[in-house]
């Protein structure tokens, strides 16, 4: 018999603006998103069971019970002294049970964004910075300048809910929104049509990001390749006229540049500087695997954000010794369980070593790894929670399937 139901309000884990405006009609276990912005509702929709989801717990290419995979598990930790669990996007409770987990069998935990994580966290210990919320910047903000272009794809609807939002407390009378970087015309125009903003854009080369800011604080009219003298007057123009200027990122956009960190601490300088006599606030927009749910809760829990190891009965942090990334690589771990509840990206398995994959029902790699176990994703198969981009806000995260999937919880608290 067909079961349908309209569930609305819910809360998207699949970026870290956790949008909780989200209406589903689901179908027995299908689901069909009611969202305007199609790219979240083709996103979301993603995660439909299909032909080729794995919703069996498989040892190598052949299915097994649960029972024998958990086993298989126990036994290839028993053997090995160096476990890696890295996390690919999962919700509190999930991230929990890694640390319980972990911290019963020695193990290292890492983030598979961490080294973004670092880029933004140097400048806080080193230099300082002030920082502001999504709501904030909604309802206060007459200028948002935005370094480099992948934060509008990473986190769709920060145009519609932040940048141009229909309502807002203050409404000024149009927000000035200055794109720094290779934006493309689609974008641009996507934004210009919302009609609540002025958009300037500067392509400039975003290795350039330090230069151009220190032009912005000075008189200084020096022209930078892809920065015309009309333009620069045009921009300092704006920003002197706006009476609350926020700056975003996103750290993976400097990936390419060729010192990130430099860019962050400029920008960031930069924004400090405005303070003295002014009103302006960073905002970085953190990554869509639940990073900012990650450093939450191991802070919280661990006193570090990432990159940590229990050893001696505590955990200890080293990001260059707990780096993932390089354990991999350098082949110095024995097994790597992955944990990966939201991400629709390809696992990468370096097949050098054991890996054990729990992860969501539509999860591909780059090849097939040791152990998979199905798991269910929060916010779909079972309730949870997760932390914003800005911090301020945890959000609770609804079930709206019974795919009869296991949490990463079950899995890690059953090995544990
Ligand atoms: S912007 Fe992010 S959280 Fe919001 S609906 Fe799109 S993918 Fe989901």
Redesign the pocket.
Known sequence: MTSQNNIKNL?????????DD?SVTTTNDQYKVD?K?T???K??ESYNLNTKSIVMPMVGKKVVKLSEALKKISNLIKGHNETLILNHGVELAGLRSILSFASQRNCIVDHVNSKFLYQNIGVVQRTGYMATSLTETKNRADAIIIFGNEVLT?????ID?VLTPKNSLFPTSKKEIILIGNFSAKIVKNIKGKGKCNITNIKLDLNLVGDFLKLLATDDLKLLKGLKKSELIKIKNILNKSKYIVATWTASDFIKTLNPKKIIAAICKYIVDLNVSSRAACMPISG?LADETSSQALTWMTGFPSSIKHMDGTFKHDRNAFNSQKLIDEKNVDVVIHVSTINSGKLKINSDITNIVLGHPNTTFTSTPDIFIPVGIPGIDYEGIMFRTDKVVSVALKKIRDIKLPSTQNILDNLA
């Open positions: 809360t998207c884990p699949f970026c870290s603006m956790h949008c989200i969202q912005n790219v979240c509702a996103k979301i990473k986190t769709p609807r920060l809910k869509i």
